[in-house]
């Protein structure tokens, strides 16, 4: 069993004056189970809103995850992207997530 994740943290400017959230921080990884075949094992994207709002949606990790940390890093988790240069979210809750949040 192992777990493998990354860390991204969204922060906005301090000079704006709405109530909107100020960080979020999404974590894309993947769980992998005993065994390849383990109902455990599967991708996701974790998301916290300043710290205290959490959600976290469940992809299949064979399926809808891959990865490339050479030179060019890149993580995909379903339609979720995640380079050096940004990250590009769709997420929206399914029947087996821990999330009420859409973030497109």
Do not use: C
Not at 13 to 41: K, L, Q, W, Y
Not at 50 to 56: E, I, L, P, V
Not at 68 to 92: I, P
Request: no cysteine; aromatic share 16%; proline share 4%.
């Amino acid at each position: 069993r192992f777990f493998e994740g990354w860390y991204f943290k969204l922060v906005r400017s301090t000079t704006t004056h709405d109530d909107g959230p100020r960080a979020i921080a999404v974590v894309p990884g993947v769980f992998m189970g005993n065994t390849s075949d383990s109902p455990e094992t599967h991708a996701f994207v974790f998301v916290t809103i300043d710290g205290k709002q959490q959600h976290y949606y469940r992809f299949d990790a064979v399926e809808e995850f891959e990865y490339s940390t050479g030179n060019d890093f890149y993580v995909r988790v379903g339609n979720n992207v995640f380079t050096q240069h940004g990250v590009s979210l769709d997420l929206r809750p399914r029947s087996n997530d821990d999330a009420r949040l859409t973030l497109d």
